[in-house]
Nanobody, 119 residues
Framework: VRLVESGGGLVQPGGSLRLSCAAS????????MAWYRQVPGGQRELVAA???????TYTDSVKGRFTISRDNAKNTVYLQMSSLKPEDTAIYYC??????????????WGQGTQVTVSS
């Protein structure tokens, strides 16, 4: 199982970035996918999530600025980030979860990609 994030970097306030997470080794379409972020010394927080059915949810601080999407044909989930603020600076992690018919939970994480918003 692999989740490989890309697209992070340094951007000025008000700028945009698109993160990608390429998945392999599991049935991508059967999993709920999410983006989390974490700052040094802080807890990992949920940023956005999309269910296998395509429903989406966002933390309040990014609503209207970030958009999560998935392409099941490419086994990839995206996070389009716009109007970026310095407080969006963090390591962003891709996450995949699934609860199977036997109530066994599967939970996978990527290695993270750094997003820095600074002038």
């Amino acid at each position: 199982v692999r989740l490989v994030e890309s697209g992070g970097g340094l951007v000025q306030p008000g700028g945009s970035l698109r993160l990608s997470c390429a998945a392999s080794g599991f049935i991508f379409s059967a999993y709920d996918m999410a983006w989390y972020r974490q700052v040094p010394g802080g807890q990992r927080e949920l940023v956005a999530a999309t269910t296998r059915g395509g429903s989406t949810t966002y933390t309040d601080s990014v609503k209207g600025r970030f958009t999560i999407s998935r392409d099941n044909a490419k086994n990839t989930v995206y996070l389009q980030m716009s109007s970026l603020k310095p407080e969006d600076t963090a390591i962003y992690y891709c996450n995949a979860t699934m609860l199977d018919a036997f109530r066994i939970a599967y939970n996978y994480w990527g290695q993270g990609t750094q997003v820095t918003v600074s002038s």
